[in-house]
């Protein structure tokens, strides 16, 4: 059944979906992708959506699955931590990890997805259709249906089996929902926050404005600011903010004297440095923030969907597409073990992948107040502090929640949320109780948090009767 | 706004609308209710569905309220504690609460609902339509459309509030989904196993074939079967089962013989009284179980959820129905505190109260691995009998979680939750770690415990950064 002749339909060409045709064509299989936007090597297609993402570990280990490792790198910009901005403008930065070569990377959306286009159109056996919206899939009988922009008219494709992979907004997952054939469980949960996409152009000589190899954060406790740099000397900006709450909010948020007023107040040494803020804000849309779960991802052997399309996250982790990525490398993972039947393939795909995508999926709401709150608490840049110091003088005995999720992709997001929890509480409780300083021998104090988190994951399994 | 001649249309005349229904009239309020189903008072309508239900404090506050205390007292029947049934045959029970007073009662879904309907009609403010489905809302205009199952035809009712109590299925929930006009998130999930509803039928002089005064489990670890007592001298027996995995579910037993193997394997006792379990099997439907979580539960003042429609559980934790009632009880506060306008009863009443229908939905998933699984642990029976003693000598000092949850209608869900899980946890950890046992000083072991709960629930404050 799931031999190289096979017909796989893909739904759309977004990161995920060309990564996939890329690798499922390097596999061998006939593989036909349908994307509802244009080619976006030929069109400027961003329309206020995120053109840059964080790129890392778990990301890089399904490039290098398809030996993209070096291309991929030349499109990059190191983000070595967190350079967080208080109220006065003062600055100082937090790395991500201890340990040199442990960094993020800003990467453009529209550079990445071309490139794994290009990669895939390589194959003969793939064939990427554009303009082509898929309105439905009928599960039982593998086929979708399609409308053709271009010549407005409609078409069903059939295949041996359809992989959805067409975001947030999935057509066939709302197949799935509104089909009613089976039991379908899933989620929308939106923050009571939305976002709203800003700029630091470069400066006269196309150099950066602001330090470049960090990701930028003004942590404001309700809200936020946030800049990733970009090759061309700017930053896209992110401001993360409650539709309705506090005294400034998106809904009140109408005039250029309130928003000047507001960053006046809140991004002084930002809007210093934006002088196009008011285009920006009233040129480009203000979107929600959601998170979405759903199971089961397949129907028997005929329909999966993988990447956003079956998991979308808020964005707090930088996670969303490495999270797809390493999907395509677990599905690959799946298909090497060679059994009888695709059903077998999207069961076993599924029962490794969920209890992982539900993880990072709560790893990044968790980090949204992490981000906006947490990093400018006292007691959590002292945990920061101690943890980068033991990263530095244990490399090889201690990674802290930050690390485990974004630089070792060899362990699941599941893993790395249950250990990674534990550690943050082993070592917040242990500074809160004076236990260990950031004074004391690193040794005796990387023996303390490491016995006291497994305490905590003792305690816990006992309590779970497990 | 919220004066009383305003006009309330209520969707759904079940347990929740019906309660409410009384409760608006007592208030002044001109109510018109519209249900889909004839009148269970004429016609009987179980079809298989659960036909008794748990009934404890925090529903029994609520009937209070309208002042049915001891009309509904003369319809249940008291449940102490579990009768546990191993697979000999064997029987031990557990006792809900180590206070002889605290137990919860057993009630006929269809005599309950009944009363309510009858009293509420009593008020001529209060008006029932029977055989009129509510097909959707437009929550713009305040308007909803029905079908009249008698004549055939549709036809819209406006009010100046529409309060939807129209259970797990809600149409005014599905047209909140559909309409895509503001951020509603949403969640469905089902568990993999479903239920299926059985009996045991009274004896030859209308007797009670086993212990009338428990509620009775056969855990299984995987699955379990449960009965509840009837006025009649009948239980209603349930059985839950996953539907696909394990050597027996729903999926694979599909012959008299291997619904009588499995039964003959799992449950011999319960065979034995049991002698129309093929036909009870076989006739019955196979249900699914869900959880529904919803937010926001209003539009503006124009629209509200309440009851299943807004927070449907699985029922593990017997506080369906009690939650239901509960809401009733909540809102009934918010009336009491003359605001201004709808939209802030609304707002006021989701912002008390989600945080709880959350947290009941949460327990009664937890519920579900302890009763077909923990109760039959040495250690969660431990820690049982250590929890009996605890209330019986301190019963102003300590209450369980199942106690805080049950027998606690003063303090919330979300209280009882919180508390009695870090209880769980202390008393778990003391017994593994020898540190309390069965044999100690009471006092000393109840010290031990408070104290060891106390620091837990602080290690987790100060983990969360509050």
Redesign the interface.
Known sequence: MTDKQQNILIIGAGLCGSLLALRLGQRGYNVSVYEKRPDLRKVNISAGRSINLAFSDRGNKAIKLVGLEEQVKSLCIPMNGRMIHDVHGNTFQSNYSGREYEFINSVSRGDLNALLLTEAEMHKNVNIYFNRKCKSVDFEKTTALFEDYETKKQFVEDADVIIATDGAGSAMRKSYYLGKKF????????LTHGYKELSILPDEKNGYRTYKNALHIWPRKDFMLIALPNLDGSFTVTLFLS?EDGEYNFNNLTTEKSVLEFFKKEFPDALVIMPNLLDDFFKNPTS?L?TI?CSPWHYKGNTLLMGDAAHAIVPFYGQGMNASFEDVVEFDKVLAQNLKTWEQVFKTYESNRKKNTDAIADLAIDNFHEMK??VA?P??QKKRKLEMALEKEFPDRYSSKYSLVTFNENIGYREAMLRG?AQ??AI??LL?NDEISLEDDLKSTLEKVMKETEAILE??R??G?K
């Open positions: 039991l379908f469980s899933f989620s929308q949960d939106y539709y929600p959601g779960k709150d947490h608490h007691i959590f929890r943050d509480k917040l409780n809160t305690d816990d006992i309590a009767l």
